[in-house]
């Protein structure tokens, strides 16, 4: 697969999960069903840390030898300042961060597309210790952002929204 269906398949799924999102309201965005995370937790999540998202992560297999991306699976990354922050914004910047990484990932060229990283926390998954940027950038949209467009679903059903 190269740079263009990769990044085609990156929109699609942000566009899924934008669209599902649509017409969340404040109060139903900050609310979680027990022990589950809210809609507004779920977002930040796929934000990921303030000082790094995933453009950050996938540049590093592009500039570094092999490099150690520290991702935290499970963590929603929610701080005070998302924790304030409209839902409208937060899901704002999620697409934002997710188109500028396609834009990336469909201007790279095969070689690149082939370049690994160490990614400890994916050892025992099916994309292993040391994926190629483009199964990661594939892992990244089939697989987590489509797992957090159930997820979504579910907690919208939870707090009893109809998902769209």
């Not at 070689?111 to 994309?127: D, M, N, V, W």
């Amino acid at each position: 697969m190269d740079g263009k269906e990769l990044s085609q398949i990156v929109l699609k799924k942000t566009e899924e999960f934008t669209k599902l999102c649509g017409g969340i309201d404040e109060g139903t965005a900050s609310k979680a069903p027990d022990g589950r995370w809210s809609p507004k937790e779920i977002v930040s999540h796929l934000c990921g840390p303030k000082e790094g998202g995933l453009l950050f992560a996938l540049k590093a297999f592009v500039e570094q030898d092999t490099p150690e991306l520290p991702l935290q699976p499970g963590d929603s990354f929610f701080s005070d300042e998302r924790a304030r922050m409209p839902f409208s914004v937060l899901l704002a910047q999620f697409e934002k961060q997710y188109h500028e990484a396609a834009a990336f990932v469909a201007g790279l060229s095969p070689a690149q597309l082939g370049r690994k990283a160490r990614i400890p926390a994916l050892k025992e998954s099916p994309l292993g210790e040391y994926p190629t940027l483009a199964v990661f950038i594939q892992g990244v949209a089939e697989h987590h952002i489509a797992y957090h467009v159930d997820h979504m679903r579910e907690i919208l059903t939870a707090l009893g929204v109809a998902p769209k």
